[in-house]
């Protein structure tokens, strides 16, 4: 069974671009959560998307944005970027709410 | 506010020695504890979990322990070996409400050999 897959796996960018990041979860699953790991942060819910729907979003800016397709495949995007921008995005999949989350390898995204 | 805390950003064990991670956590709302495992360059695993019904959680040489009227929670590894030197994360959760994970910053785990 294939896990879940993020593209890009590494990207660069510069001040003031947007971004978006595409996550495609374990088939089956229905739920697709995304993180940011910054350097002595942990990992920061950003939101959660379940049936195309977002059912959670964390305490992040609205320059931070997500939608998922009918196939539960899930994009982040990131508008006028910055400095501190710069993180591993992590997305996550689970079948629903409660059930254990499968993580992909995750976006390394810097700002330059 | 940090509602779950690894106050331990490293560690270091001899192979074949106990590991003993900590997490620490503040909102009394959490019920349903988690541990994950994170080597470099990949996503993290999940690990070990315990529902706050109980206070001990076993699986092979990972055991999780909870206590509740401390807001406290340890990950025990026996015996440590090289493989285990990673980033473990703790996280937590009220078990209802579709509410999402909330993680610790990570311990970094480094077994020696």
């Known amino acids: 069974k294939a896990g879940v897959t993020q593209t890009p796996r590494y990207l660069i960018k510069t001040r003031g671009q947007q971004v978006t990041l595409s996550c495609s979860p374990i088939?089956?699953?229905?739920?697709v959560s995304w993180y940011q790991q910054t350097p002595g942060q942990g990992l920061q819910f950003l939101f959660e998307?379940?049936?195309?729907?977002?059912?959670n979003k964390g305490n992040f800016p609205g320059r931070f944005s997500g939608r998922q397709f009918s196939n539960s495949r899930s994009e982040m995007n990131v508008s006028t970027l910055e400095l501190g921008d710069s993180a591993l995005y992590l997305c996550?999949?689970?079948?629903?709410?409660?059930?254990?989350?499968?993580f992909g390898p995750g976006t390394r995204l810097t700002v330059l | 506010d940090q509602q779950v805390k690894q106050n331990s950003p490293s560690l270091s064990v001899q192979e074949g020695r106990i590991s003993i991670l900590n997490c620490d956590y503040t909102?009394?709302?959490?019920?349903?504890f988690l541990w994950y495992k994170k080597y470099p360059a990949e996503g993290p695993t999940f690990l070990i979990s315990?529902?706050?019904?109980?206070d001990k959680n076993e699986d092979g040489r990972f055991t999780v322990f909870l206590n509740k009227s401390a807001k406290h929670l340890s990950l025990h590894i026996v015996p440590s070996q090289p493989g285990d030197s990673a980033v473990y994360f703790c996280?937590?959760?009220?078990?209802?409400?579709?509410?999402?994970?909330?993680f610790g910053k990570g311990t970094r785990l480094s077994v020696i050999a």
């Open positions: 996550a999949s689970s079948r629903d709410w409660g059930n254990e989350q499968f």
């Open positions: 088939s089956g699953h229905r739920s």
């Open positions: 998307y379940f049936s195309e729907t977002q059912r």
């Open positions: 909102n009394s709302m959490f019920d349903y």
């Open positions: 315990i529902s706050s019904i109980k």
């Open positions: 996280a937590a959760r009220k078990n209802s409400g579709n509410t999402p994970l909330v």
